[in-house]
């Protein structure tokens, strides 16, 4: 069974760089038809779409964080990695690595909460 | 991409059925059959209920049902139990390997 689990620090300081990794274990990686994302829920509010990779490095981002966001893939690791710049409170939220299949996203990690502050 | 709108909350007493809706535009819901709905329940990930509009996956009890006319989707829980009281949230393609999240809706089960 397909599984994925999210690693990295808890706490960022503000205008610093937050940084996860997502390890997917449990079945294919490498399979072309599949993306591999992040979605982040601040605490109280809805889901908000990252963006996505897939296992040959072609990756999308959400337009309103694109200019800070730059998604990665280790292929040798079974890991892909979220790196966003010049964090502020607002970027305060649990974040997902999720499985992006056809246009839906199944499984998901179960989130790591990230919090920016100094 | 504006998020999707969805009612803030809903509620239905068990045994009975409660919709929720899922209005975006013509960009995102009305223009791809590939809206998808997730459960989260408090402190949990979300999970995948349905998937193109209107299919289940495994595991999914048939009680979990979906549609799209034009520019709303919507679920409807039939049959409604203590478990599914949660948060469901609604999400769509919107192009260019783009996608957007409704603003979820609370069920509760009176």
């Known amino acids: 069974q397909l599984q994925l689990q999210e690693s990295g620090p808890g706490l960022v300081k503000p205008s610093e760089i937050l940084s996860l990794t997502c390890t997917v274990s449990?079945?294919?990686?490498?399979?072309?038809?599949?993306?591999w994302g992040w979605i982040r829920q601040p605490p109280g509010k809805g889901l908000e779409w990252i963006g996505s990779?897939?296992?040959?490095?072609?990756?999308y981002y959400n337009p309103s964080l694109k200019s800070r966001v730059t998604i990665s893939v280790d292929t040798s690791k079974n890991q892909f990695s979220l790196k966003m710049s010049s964090v502020t409170a607002a970027d305060t939220a649990v974040y997902y690595c999720?499985?992006?299949?056809?246009?839906?996203?199944?499984?998901w990690g179960q989130g790591t909460l990230v919090t920016v502050s100094s | 991409q504006s998020a999707l709108t969805q009612p803030p909350s809903a509620s239905g007493s068990p045994g009975q059925s409660v919709t929720i809706s899922c209005t975006g535009t013509?960009?995102?819901?009305?223009?791809?059959?590939?809206v998808s709905w997730y459960q989260q329940h408090p402190g949990k990930a979300p999970k995948l209920m349905i998937y193109?509009?209107?299919k289940r996956p495994s595991g999914v009890p048939d009680r979990f049902s979906a549609s799209k006319s034009g520019n709303t989707a919507s679920l409807t829980v039939s049959g409604l139990q203590a478990e599914d009281e949660a948060d469901y949230y609604c999400?769509?393609?919107?192009?260019?390997?783009?996608?957007?999240f409704g603003t979820g809706t609370k069920v509760t089960v009176l």
């Open positions: 999720v499985r992006c299949s056809d246009n839906w996203f199944d499984p």
């Open positions: 449990g079945g294919s990686f490498s399979r072309s038809s599949y993306y």
């Open positions: 990779i897939s296992y040959s490095g072609s990756t």
């Open positions: 013509s960009s995102d819901v009305g223009a791809y059959n590939y």
């Open positions: 193109e509009v209107s």
């Open positions: 999400s769509s393609y919107v192009g260019s390997g783009n996608y957007v």
